[in-house]
């Protein structure tokens, strides 16, 4: 008997439309021999299956179930593909943890740490991972730029603390341009990151644990953007080069495969998680800027380009992640 699973998408942030396009890609690769898919909208105004041409099917809140035509579907996995609240912060994952129902993702506690970028660097430098200097600024708590500057030395870049896809990030190069820069994040988010800038080649990693339950480090991605850094526009409109697997040498590639795989177990991470570095040549060792425990999955995400550089199908890929959630 097919697998049912429950594709949940949407989400209550900006992200949502990077939800549903990385659904779209997912759903289309999907083994429907193996499984019957329900992509699940988690929306605002509430949570809905809907089959092709047919009326909006609430979803059952106590047991996450949907009763089409009088049957009743209960699902045996969640595949995630919500960025952002409640999908990436650990909320449904406490959910579906009290339901018993098996998931694509980190849990909860690793989910809302990692959502919180100023705690994922914590717990990182805690354990020996290398990242930038930092601030960590509250709407509720005053704050003064000439006070994050006798800190912190510019260049530096401000951006919300939870959330996404660079929006609301900037970069900040002069005095005059950081209380709008922070302004600009806290329009996102009511916690904002203030953090030194490190010179270097970014690159950005995917890894997840298969069903045997080894961490597999995807082929690595060098992001040049053609702007200042990898905002959203270079993220999802063109505006930067992504070569993977990176040109780097060898030495390079052994550091990095072995910093996002100790990022990864230090973290207690599940299902596929990017992570983004700088590489610092002066020190010759990689920074850790970020982790993303529900990365975009859409054609233009950076994910899929490193499964195909591996030589796998994005079939094959999302069966280890649901096979390896049913062996969690």
Same mark, same amino acid.
């Given at each position: 008997?097919? #697998?049912?699973?429950?594709?949940?998408?949407?989400? %209550?942030?900006?992200?949502?439309?990077?939800?549903?396009?990385?659904?779209?890609?997912?759903?289309?690769?999907?083994?429907?021999?193996?499984?019957?898919? %329900?992509?699940?909208?988690?929306?605002?105004?509430?949570?809905?299956? +809907?089959?092709?041409?047919?009326?909006?099917?609430?979803?059952?809140?106590?047991? $996450?179930?949907?009763?089409?035509?009088? #049957?009743?579907?209960?699902?045996?996995?969640?595949?995630?593909?919500?960025?952002?609240?409640?999908?990436?912060?650990?909320?449904?994952?406490?959910?579906?943890?009290?339901?018993?129902?098996? %998931?694509?993702?980190?849990?909860?506690?690793? *989910?809302?740490?990692?959502?919180?970028?100023?705690?994922?660097?914590?717990?990182?430098?805690?354990?020996?991972?290398?990242?930038?200097?930092?601030?960590?600024?509250?709407?509720?708590?005053?704050?003064?730029?000439?006070?994050?500057?006798?800190?912190?030395?510019?260049?530096?870049?401000?951006?919300?603390?939870?959330?996404? *896809?660079?929006?609301?990030?900037?970069?900040?190069?002069? +005095?005059?341009?950081?209380?709008?820069?922070?302004?600009?994040? $806290?329009?996102?988010?009511?916690?904002?990151?203030?953090?030194?800038?490190?010179?270097?080649?970014?690159? +950005?990693?995917?890894?997840? #644990?298969?069903?045997?339950?080894?961490?597999?480090?995807?082929?690595?991605?060098?992001?040049?953007?053609?702007?200042?850094?990898?905002?959203?526009?270079?993220?999802?409109?063109?505006?930067?080069?992504?070569?993977?697997?990176?040109?780097?040498?060898?030495?390079?590639?052994?550091?990095?495969?072995?910093?996002?795989?100790?990022? %990864?177990?230090?973290?207690?991470?599940?299902?596929?998680?990017?992570?983004?570095?700088?590489?610092?040549?002066?020190?010759?060792?990689?920074?850790?800027?970020?982790?993303?425990?529900?990365?975009?999955? *859409?054609?233009? *995400?950076?994910?899929?380009?490193?499964?195909?550089?591996?030589?796998?199908?994005?079939?094959?890929?999302?069966?280890?992640?649901?096979?390896?959630?049913?062996?969690?």
């Amino acid at each position: 008997m097919k #697998k049912k699973i429950a594709l949940v998408t949407g989400g %209550y942030s900006g992200e949502a439309v990077i939800s549903y396009k990385s659904a779209k890609t997912v759903e289309a690769n999907i083994n429907k021999d193996n499984y019957e898919v %329900y992509v699940i909208d988690i929306a605002k105004d509430g949570w809905w299956y +809907t089959a092709d041409g047919q009326a909006k099917i609430a979803v059952n809140k106590a047991d $996450f179930s949907i009763n089409i035509a009088g #049957k009743c579907i209960q699902f045996d996995c969640i595949l995630f593909c919500i960025h952002g609240t409640p999908g990436e912060d650990g909320k449904l994952q406490g959910y579906f943890d009290m339901l018993q129902i098996p %998931y694509t993702s980190c849990d909860a506690a690793t *989910s809302a740490i990692t959502f919180n970028k100023r705690y994922t660097v914590a717990v990182a430098a805690f354990s020996g991972i290398s990242v930038a200097k930092s601030m960590h600024l509250f709407k509720h708590t005053a704050y003064s730029d000439q006070e994050i500057l006798q800190q912190l030395k510019l260049p530096v870049f401000v951006k919300p603390n939870n959330g996404g *896809s660079s929006i609301g990030m900037s970069k900040v190069n002069n +005095t005059h341009e950081l209380l709008p820069a922070i302004e600009k994040a $806290f329009k996102e988010d009511n916690q904002v990151l203030v953090e030194e800038y490190i010179a270097g080649r970014e690159f +950005t990693i995917g890894v997840f #644990k298969n069903k045997e339950g080894n961490i597999i480090v995807l082929p690595i991605t060098e992001v040049i953007a053609e702007k200042e850094f990898f905002d959203y526009e270079a993220k999802y409109e063109g505006k930067s080069r992504e070569i993977t697997p990176a040109q780097i040498p060898f030495n390079w590639q052994q550091q990095l495969e072995a910093t996002a795989k100790n990022v %990864y177990a230090i973290l207690n991470c599940n299902g596929i998680v990017r992570m983004d570095f700088i590489w610092n040549e002066a020190v010759q060792k990689p920074y850790l800027l970020e982790v993303n425990t529900v990365p975009g999955q *859409s054609e233009a *995400s950076i994910v899929p380009q490193q499964v195909k550089a591996m030589g796998w199908s994005l079939q094959e890929f999302y069966t280890q992640l649901i096979e390896a959630a049913f062996n969690k």
